[in-house]
């Protein structure tokens, strides 16, 4: 069901900070900041040549990622996403496993201007997964 890896998200305190350290000293192709209002976040994206890395920065007083970043300071990997064909089909797949799914269960428009959904990390061993329709 699931496909490609589409990017590995890791929390940072320092979202400027964290983007030069992929820009200046690993070298790697790193995009603008961008604000995510609807998910709490700003987002930056450092392009690899076989997926993505996405940063996470805290966006708002209610940002979801705040509380992460206060139980880890230095932030670290907050979730994998994996690119499915068709979101619902494999949403409504996975709840018939057993799976949950945070929020509404209804696909939110995400970073990539895709369809996404987040799974529950204690169904997938410890992880937190997001499903970005390919």
């Not at 496909?3 to 890791?10: D, E, T």
């Not at 940072?12 to 709490?40: C, F, M, N, W």
């Not at 994998?80 to 089909?89: M, N, Q, R, S």
């Amino acid at each position: 069901m699931i496909g490609r890896l589409n990017h590995v998200a890791i929390v940072v305190p320092d979202l400027k900070a964290a983007a030069d350290i992929y820009r200046s000293t690993l070298g790697a192709k790193v995009s603008a900041e961008e604000a995510q209002p609807e998910h709490g976040v700003t987002t930056v994206f450092i392009e690899l040549p076989n997926t993505k890395i996405e940063l996470l920065g805290v966006l708002g007083d209610n940002s979801p990622i705040a509380g992460f970043l206060e139980r880890n300071p230095s932030g670290g990997i907050h979730h994998l996403c994996y690119e499915v064909p068709d979101i619902k089909e494999a949403r409504d797949r996975l709840v018939a496993q057993g799976a949950r799914v945070l929020g509404q269960g209804e696909p939110k428009i995400g970073a990539h201007g895709k369809p996404v959904l987040f799974l529950h990390p204690k169904d997938f061993c410890g992880t937190l997964l997001e499903l970005e329709e390919a």
